[in-house]
């Protein structure tokens, strides 16, 4: 399987995943499973171990599915370093200027049907559509 290769059943599963797990996340431990929060609060917050622990799953559960050829990935090799760096800030003040990232706003906050986190996963599709479309990476 590729990454880029679309399929209604690995689509409808990986869904599954997240909502179950962001499900959990607030059933158990009370908490939004709102990624840029969590990163954020590290650094900030009292109760760091299960932060350090999801991020750390975060960066670890793909890194092995990677290494044990059950997905393949793009490689960023053909990316020029200076613009992967600036992708990665325009994404990190995206999520300050949003006051969260797509999965706190986009699976947590619209599960909620928070109208906030309605209106902010609309501006970050279109924003994402813009990208892509003006960029001309849209294939």
């Given at each position: 399987m590729t990454i880029v290769n679309f399929?209604?059943?690995?689509?409808?599963?990986?869904?599954?995943?997240?909502?179950?797990?962001?499900?959990?996340?607030?059933?158990?431990?009370?908490?939004?499973a709102g990624i840029s929060g969590i990163v954020a609060g590290i650094g900030s917050q009292s109760d760091k171990g299960?932060?350090?622990?999801?991020?750390?799953g975060l960066i670890a559960v793909p890194f092995g599915v990677f290494t044990l050829?059950?997905?393949?990935?793009?490689?960023?090799?053909?990316y020029s370093p200076w613009r992967l760096l600036i992708a990665g800030?325009?994404?990190?003040?995206?999520?300050?200027?949003?006051?969260?990232?797509t999965s706190g706003?986009?699976?947590?906050?619209?599960?909620?049907?928070?109208?906030r986190s309605i209106v902010a996963t609309l501006v970050f599709m279109a924003a994402g559509i813009a990208t892509v479309t003006l960029s001309g990476l849209g294939g």
């Amino acid at each position: 399987m590729t990454i880029v290769n679309f399929t209604p059943l690995s689509a409808l599963a990986g869904g599954l995943l997240i909502g179950v797990a962001a499900l959990l996340l607030l059933l158990v431990g009370g908490r939004i499973a709102g990624i840029s929060g969590i990163v954020a609060g590290i650094g900030s917050q009292s109760d760091k171990g299960w932060r350090i622990a999801f991020t750390a799953g975060l960066i670890a559960v793909p890194f092995g599915v990677f290494t044990l050829n059950l997905a393949e990935a793009y490689s960023l090799q053909d990316y020029s370093p200076w613009r992967l760096l600036i992708a990665g800030l325009l994404v990190g003040i995206g999520t300050r200027l949003g006051n969260g990232c797509t999965s706190g706003h986009g699976i947590c906050g619209m599960g909620r049907l928070s109208p906030r986190s309605i209106v902010a996963t609309l501006v970050f599709m279109a924003a994402g559509i813009a990208t892509v479309t003006l960029s001309g990476l849209g294939g």
